[in-house]
């Protein structure tokens, strides 16, 4: 999986103010649906939410990458945003949240979601990647950030 083939531009934002788990995951709804006119950004939340209820996403060390399966896509979506102050999430070690990717597979990608999930969590493992992407201080930057740091595990 190459990164780039999932996540734009358009759904990379940088320092956005959460203010709780609901807020952040109501941002990458929104940041979603605003590039993909085909999802509804209420029901992506609600759906997120609905997730996050069966566990948490947060990876630990401030990495959430909350996920869901949708109906009508052709194939997989990322958004990336990096919070300006982390957010309670649940988190297995319980740290809080400042890094979210957020991953929707179509309903019917089984294997793809999983080898996705595999690799988000690869690269978020890397102490460098994580600093480098909390060190970004544009959407551009943060984008290109994610770029070149996932081709460094991508398979």
Do not use: Y
Request: net charge negative; proline share 5%.
């Amino acid at each position: 999986m190459l990164i780039e083939s999932i996540l734009t531009p358009r759904r990379t934002r940088c320092g956005l103010s959460g203010g709780s788990k609901k807020r952040a995951l109501e941002l990458l709804a929104s940041s979603i649906a605003e590039d993909m006119p085909i999802i509804d950004a209420d029901d992506l939340f609600r759906r997120l939410v609905s997730r996050e209820r069966l566990g948490s996403t947060g990876l630990g060390k401030g990495i959430a990458i909350p996920h869901c399966r949708i109906d009508n896509l052709t194939g997989p979506i990322g958004a990336l945003i990096t919070l300006s102050n982390p957010v309670a999430f649940d988190a297995i070690d319980n740290e809080p949240v400042d890094i979210l990717f957020a991953l929707l597979v179509p309903e019917d990608a089984h294997d793809d979601h999983l080898q996705i999930l595999s690799n988000l969590a690869e690269a978020f493992t890397d102490s460098g990647v994580r600093q480098t992407l909390r060190q970004a201080d544009s959407d551009d930057a943060l984008f290109n950030a994610m770029i070149k740091n996932a081709k460094k595990t991508d398979t």
